[in-house]
């Protein structure tokens, strides 16, 4: 039973705009989020992470999204760049910064 | 500043054997956790340690166990090896076990058992 989803494979954005990535989890005990990036032959890189007491989080171009209600969370890329282009995890814990629970991620392909 | 190391890169290993991962974590790092990553999935949790106590274990069967050394390093250790277990194996530390700002990975090794 996967708790933290992310229902789109990949995903294709034209260079400039926006880029909207989206993760559903199931566990309502989840407080903590995180977006990471991948590219291949690379350990994952710490992108932008959220507390469940807050709706929304900003760094630079990134900008993440958390629906608890909903148990909903988007990570927004504008603009996107061609570099952009990787796998990103959302991930959940419930503890800060312990036993992060990852979902499968989704290809993102920024096109020059 | 040296990031996330994991030696070796790279492993072939049969069936029934045993395999030791290494990881040293960035310098002031006191915590380490383990993940592996099948293709085509995310992460999954298999330990942490902080502190050279274990803080935390995923659900994964007792032939994974891990230790954490007085310098912070850390192995990670699978005994009988199945052909499910070949997948690319990370390491990542973070200052202690409560960080919020999210974890350093390494490379990871990706291990091939035949």
């Known amino acids: 039973d996967q708790q933290v989803k992310q229902n789109s494979p990949s995903l294709s954005v034209q260079e400039g705009r926006i880029s909207i990535l989206n993760c559903d989890y199931t566990n309502s005990m989840f407080d903590y989020f995180l977006w990471y990036k991948k590219y291949p032959a690379e350990g994952p890189t710490f992108l932008i992470s959220i507390s469940s007491i807050k709706d929304k989080n900003e760094d630079g171009r990134f900008t993440v999204f958390l629906n608890k209600s909903a148990k909903h969370l988007s990570l927004h890329i504008v603009p996107s760049q061609p570099g952009d282009s990787a796998v990103y995890f959302c991930?959940?814990?419930?503890?800060?910064?312990?036993?992060?629970?990852f979902g499968p991620g989704t290809r993102l392909s920024v096109l020059p | 500043d040296a990031g996330v190391t994991q030696s070796p890169t790279h492993l072939i290993k049969t069936r029934g054997q045993h395999v030791t991962l290494r990881c040293s974590p960035i310098?002031?790092?006191?915590?380490v956790s383990w993940y592996q990553q099948v293709l085509g999935q995310g992460p999954q949790f298999i330990f942490q340690?902080?502190?050279?106590?274990?803080?935390g274990r995923g659900n994964f069967p007792d032939r994974f166990s891990a230790r954490q050394f007085p310098n912070y390093s850390s192995e990670l250790n699978v005994n009988a090896l199945l052909l499910g277990d070949s997948a690319l194996y990370l390491c990542?530390?973070?200052?202690?076990?409560?960080?919020?700002?999210?974890?350093?990975f390494g490379s990871g090794t990706r291990l091939t058992v035949v």
């Open positions: 991930a959940a814990s419930e503890v800060a910064g312990q036993n992060f629970v």
């Open positions: 990542a530390s973070s200052l202690d076990a409560g960080a919020f700002y999210g974890y350093t």
């Open positions: 340690y902080y502190e050279k106590e274990e803080r």
């Open positions: 310098s002031g790092h006191k915590s």
